[in-house]
């Protein structure tokens, strides 16, 4: 008997994929000032893929990400 195959899930851009890193980044800083890099980073690029319409890849990044709250934070900030 065939088996239906599983859907595949979208591969992330590197842009997402970027966004990731930076989170666990964040994630793992160690002071204040080391947070603020991160996080003007994480902006910068989260507003990148906003502008551009990827939205959903910014999306699965932050399901993705072990530092979920801090992007979810981030993005309630930027008003979005």
Known sequence: MARTRAKAHPRLTRDAERLIALSNGLNASGSLTEDRFWEA???????????NGNDAMALSAIRDSEARAKLAELKKRMGQ
Do not use: F, H, P, Q
């Open 41 to 51: 980073e994480m902006s910068t690029l989260t507003a990148k893929l906003l502008e």
